[in-house]
């Protein structure tokens, strides 16, 4: 399929899960299990989308470079076991690992508790041309943090900082940080996998049971289950209070791999493709000079 036809599909799709306008959303408005209009039996063709999608992302993930001007930093949240590394791998396969960086951010180490929490973040952010993709991100603290609050008396704060206002405080710093990057022409982009409890334990199991798959589990991962309606609720507030129009969310539906990683790779294709990326033209000044080279390069062997 071409880049041309297939702009439109990805746009459709990906504009389905994004979340503009965080007002009105709530999370029970999203079933994980959904496929949109794509069926079970539709699954090989979704498939061979996926890669003729990945193929057009690295046509446009060239351009990005070649024009060096945005960045796009695409933000990857999710419970434990959501597919958050299987989409970041797929989705990616395709592009060219000089333009892409990614990082993972787990629990902070002392180094990053002496600083703010933004600091580790800041201090990774896609270069210019690149696409920077972050693996849990400074939203944690809105998270796992407002989850545990006993997290938040590890972070050195000043104890008359630390007021019930603080979800709030952190959603505006937040809220300006991305549009100050916006502003900046880094592209913002956000994530959630938005897997079921369900489904979650049924991967859980697999991890378990599967030899191959055990070093993914950790038990802690288990008992976080029992804080799931926490964590649901602190997804939901967050979203709410972070989603923009210039820096949206996309909760995808995260029961189905295969669907997961099509809306994840719509959502990318559909991002850079509204940026308007062309290689630099050459002007009149540089054909000359390369016209030069050329018969330089002839005339010396
Ligand atoms: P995997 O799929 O391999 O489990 P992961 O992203 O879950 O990948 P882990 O090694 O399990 O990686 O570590 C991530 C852990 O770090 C998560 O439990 C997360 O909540 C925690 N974490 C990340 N950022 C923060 C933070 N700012 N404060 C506290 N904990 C954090
Ligand atoms: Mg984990």
């Not at 592009?95 to 993972?104: A, K, L, T």
Request: proline share 4%; aromatic share 10%; with cysteine.
């Amino acid at each position: 399929m071409k880049l041309k036809e297939l702009i439109p599909r990805a746009h459709e799709l990906a504009d389905h899960y994004c979340i503009k306008d965080g007002k009105k959303f709530r999370l029970k408005d999203i079933d994980p299990g959904d496929t949109a209009w794509l069926k079970e039996e539709q699954k090989p063709l979704a498939k061979q989308a996926l890669q003729e999608g990945i193929e057009a992302l690295a046509e446009l993930q060239e351009r990005l470079y070649a024009q060096d001007r945005r960045s796009v930093l695409l933000i990857f949240q999710a419970m434990d076991a959501a597919g958050k590394d299987g989409a970041i791998k797929h989705v990616m396969s395709g592009i060219n690992p000089q333009g892409c960086q990614v990082y993972s951010f787990k629990a902070p180490t002392s180094e990053d508790l002496d600083h703010d929490y933004m600091w580790r973040c800041l201090k990774s952010l896609p270069e210019r041309g690149r696409i920077g993709i972050f693996n849990r991100s400074y939203y944690e603290e809105t998270l796992v943090v407002r989850v545990h609050p006993e997290l938040l008396n590890k972070q050195k704060l000043p104890p008359e900082l630390i007021t019930k206002r603080i979800w709030d405080e952190r959603f505006e710093d937040i809220r300006n940080l991305e549009q100050y990057l916006t502003r900046n022409g880094v592209v913002v982009r956000k994530f959630f996998l938005h897997v079921s409890k369900k489904e979650q334990l049924k991967r859980f199991l697999s991890r378990l049971d599967e030899p191959a798959k055990n070093w993914k589990f950790s038990s802690a991962d288990a008992q976080e289950r029992e804080f799931w309606g926490d964590y649901m609720k602190a997804y939901e507030d967050m979203i709410r209070n972070t989603a923009t129009d210039d820096s949206p969310w996309y909760v995808v539906p995260a029961d189905n791999k295969w669907f997961t990683r099509t809306v994840v790779a719509a959502a990318v294709i559909d991002t850079l493709s509204s940026l308007d990326l062309h290689y630099p033209k050459v002007d009149e000044a540089k054909r000359q000079e390369l016209a030069e080279v050329r018969e330089a390069l002839l005339g010396a062997n």
